[in-house]
């Protein structure tokens, strides 16, 4: 059976991306990467003739050389529901979203979904968030959700709020991941790292160097594997 993995955030820049990367790096057998929503990105050149930007499925395929689709891409930096009406576009729903996951899913052993912003930020116009599309994938197979969270001082009421969020739709995360740890931590920072666990009850399962996404792809790969803890 496919390995279904949703990656959510207790915000934007938290580490989500990179935090994708890794797991998708140190996975098993054939990946795939899905990113249901990308905003901020125009889809092909510009017209002064420049490439696209590179969005979060192009890091994670330049980083892990994984296989990765965009489900939709929109151009402005906005929640995917904000960005679409501001653009006049339509948005698959949540559903719509679901099911092309799970039909991608039959080609690969691991697949890894990466959700937009935070954990209930809209993905289609109904209201449909990250949230929702982990408890429609988990009603079809089972789903293992990663929440990405930040080192420093808020990150525990960000961090218990989210999980909180998703337990309360029938979610339990399957583990916690800081996603950009600095390279000299002070006393917040120290101290997260053994509350974030013990407040939410979820394993803290890997701890990303600040920068990660920086290094040469070889490098990526080779290190990721020690910044788990198993």
Avoid at 134 to 157: I, R, S
Avoid at 196 to 223: H, K, N, Q, S, W
């Amino acid at each position: 059976m496919t390995r279904l993995v949703v990656v959510t955030g207790t915000s934007t820049d938290v580490g989500k991306t990179i935090a994708t990367a890794a797991l998708a790096c140190t996975a098993d057998g054939r990946v795939l990467v899905v990113k249901p929503a990308q905003t901020g990105i125009v889809a092909g050149p510009d017209p002064s003739g420049d490439s696209a930007d590179e969005g979060d499925a192009d890091v994670v395929a330049r980083l892990t050389g994984c296989d990765t689709r965009t489900l939709v891409t929109l151009p402005e930096p906005l929640a995917p529901d904000t960005a679409a009406r501001r653009a006049r576009l339509p948005l698959p729903t949540v559903a719509e979203h679901a099911a092309a996951i799970l039909d991608l899913a039959s080609g690969y052993d691991t697949v890894i979904v990466e959700g937009a912003g935070g954990l209930l930020v809209r993905l289609d116009h109904e209201g449909g968030t990250i949230a929702d599309l982990a408890a429609l994938l988990g009603a079809m197979m089972p789903v293992e959700v990663v929440v990405v969270c930040a080192a420093g001082l808020g990150t525990l009421n960000h961090t218990e709020l989210t999980v909180g969020a998703l337990r309360s739709r029938g979610i339990e995360p399957t583990s916690l991941i800081i996603g950009s740890w600095p390279d000299s931590p002070g006393l917040a920072e120290t101290c997260n790292r053994t509350d974030l666990p013990r407040g939410t009850g979820v394993p803290l399962r890997a701890v990303l160097p600040e920068g990660a996404g920086g290094l040469e792809p070889t490098a990526f790969t080779a290190a990721a594997p020690g910044w788990f803890t198993g």
